[in-house]
């Protein structure tokens, strides 16, 4: 069976995207391999900035796409967070799903993060 071994962010501005993801999110650098690939720290999956030359725009979640998902303690304290933080809320409000209740967030570039508080 396959096993996942790195998760690729594509960004258009690595210093957009290290402001988001450190300070916004709470990741923290493992690795800046060059200007255009940062590492970041996460346990067993990396998560791997990469810099490209142009963006995509996705319509979520009507489009075919990865989604990455965040377990969060507290889903309606981190919407709150994040909307302070000046992050695109995509769902106000938590929305059911099987394993609990779930929201959406977008980082600058349009990659679109859901947020998961299982119950």
Avoid: W
């Amino acid at each position: 069976m396959p096993n996942i071994c790195v998760i690729s962010i594509n960004v258009t501005d690595m210093t957009t995207a290290l402001d988001f993801y450190c300070n916004k999110l709470g990741f923290e650098i493992d690795t800046q391999y060059d200007d255009n690939l940062v590492s970041l720290q996460h346990e067993p999956i990396p998560i791997v900035l990469c810099q490209v030359e142009f963006s995509t725009q996705v319509h979520y979640p009507r489009e075919s796409q990865v989604v990455i998902g965040l377990q969060v303690e507290d889903l309606i304290a981190s919407i709150q967070q994040y909307k302070q933080f000046g992050v695109q809320v995509l769902h106000d409000e938590p929305r059911e799903c099987p394993p609990g209740i779930y929201s959406a967030i977008a980082d600058p570039f349009g990659n679109v993060i859901e947020l998961l508080e299982y119950r």
